[in-house]
């Protein structure tokens, strides 16, 4: 994973169930540590669930998408389980999530504040 995404989306974070690795852009440092650890509870948490790879990223108009994908070797992940996982995520961390946006459109330059 990089700072940017095939789709030029900015990467705030990820996590990667077949690496064991997260990921953590650094030039959201600025955020505390208590969201950034809630970023990496929710992303590692979903994959160890689901599998596969979680990305959270924000498109050019600052909103925040989580994308989700799979090795094609993977015989275990369920692209619905894995859905219905995000929509429960969506949910669940809404608050987390609309102040990520707000974060991104006021302090990085993102979207339309």
């Keep these: 994973m990089n700072d940017r995404d095939k789709n030029d989306n900015i990467v705030l974070c990820g996590a990667n169930?077949?690496?064991k690795?997260?990921?953590?852009?650094?030039?959201?440092?600025i955020l505390p540590q208590k969201?950034?650890?809630e970023l990496q509870i929710t992303c590692v948490t979903f994959t160890e669930q689901c599998?596969?790879?979680?990305?959270?990223?924000?498109?050019?108009?600052?909103n925040l998408e989580i994308r989700t994908e799979a090795?094609?070797?993977d015989a275990m992940?369920?692209?619905i389980g894995a859905g219905l996982a995000v929509k429960k995520l969506r949910e669940e961390k809404q608050e987390l999530f609309e102040s990520m946006e707000l974060f991104y459109k006021v302090f990085a330059g993102g979207g339309n504040a």
Excluded: A, H
């Design 17 to 19: 169930y077949y690496d």
């Design 21 to 29: 690795k997260y990921y953590f852009n650094d030039s959201f440092s």
């Design 35 to 37: 969201i950034r650890d």
């Design 51 to 62: 599998g596969g790879i979680i990305v959270l990223e924000f498109d050019k108009d600052g």
């Design 71 to 73: 090795e094609p070797s």
């Design 77 to 79: 992940y369920d692209d």
